[in-house]
């Protein structure tokens, strides 16, 4: 249980194209679903929570305009990097926690590698 | 200031050598502490979640506990696959339950 998928895994584009990635809850409802980002060997920074059914909420410093999120449905949120550059190559990793839950576990994804040539 | 800060930053075993891994926060309300491991090139994978002090979770080689300050990831008798990096998260109350990572530390455990 408690599966979490991402789609591509990874993605090369060209700088000023634009990106989506899907991050899917499999096995359960998820109300509110996390984007990080990770540089190399550092560690996860959140860039917004992900609501069903209401707008992102970005963390300080996070361009809402160039990173879209849309969460539509309880296993589904997006990600689209807008008018990608080569600094915004990364690892993007959606987690996601299972609604009506006593407990606060966030379960993540196996991420996506993004190169922006 | 870091409010996660996990020492050290790496650590290198040999196989069967115990030792611990620690994580020290600075939050004014604690919801809950969280461990996972990540591999190179994936997703982090869920551990433990601690949620007072005194607390304790065991799983496999692995042991974490809690007190109001630090939290501490004993590993006894390590085999080689349980080389990964170790990644402790805090969830801070009425923080929408985003948690807030520290920097890791990267075991390797030698044959």
């Known amino acids: 249980g408690a599966v979490v998928s991402q789609h591509p895994s990874w993605v090369i584009c060209k700088s000023g194209t634009s990106v989506k990635i899907e991050c899917r809850s499999l096995d359960f409802q998820a109300t509110t679903m996390f984007w990080y980002r990770q540089f190399p060997k550092q560690s996860l920074m959140l860039m917004a929570t992900s609501n069903e059914g209401s707008k992102a909420t970005y963390e300080q410093g996070v361009e809402k305009d160039k990173f879209l999120i849309n969460h539509a449905s309880l296993t589904l949120s997006t990600l689209t990097v807008t008018s990608a550059h080569p600094e915004d190559s990364s690892f993007y990793i959606c987690s996601a926690r299972e609604s009506g839950r006593a407990y606060n576990e966030q379960f993540f994804g196996p991420g996506t590698r993004l190169t922006v040539l | 200031e870091d409010q996660v800060t996990q020492s050290p930053e790496a650590l290198r075993l040999q196989e069967g050598e115990s030792s611990s891994l620690n994580c020290s926060y600075t939050?004014?309300?604690?919801?809950?502490l969280f461990w996972y491991r990540q591999d190179p090139g994936k997703g982090p994978e869920f551990l433990f979640t601690l949620y007072s002090a005194g607390e304790e979770k065991e799983k496999e080689r692995l042991k974490a506990t809690l007190t109001k300050k630090e939290s501490f990831l004993h590993i006894t008798a390590p085999k080689p696959e349980d080389s990964a990096t170790y990644l402790c998260?805090?969830?801070?109350?009425?923080?929408?339950?985003?948690?807030?990572f520290g920097k890791g530390t990267l075991l390797t455990v030698n044959p």
């Open positions: 998260a805090v969830q801070e109350v009425g923080s929408n339950y985003k948690l807030t």
């Open positions: 939050v004014s309300g604690l919801r809950g």
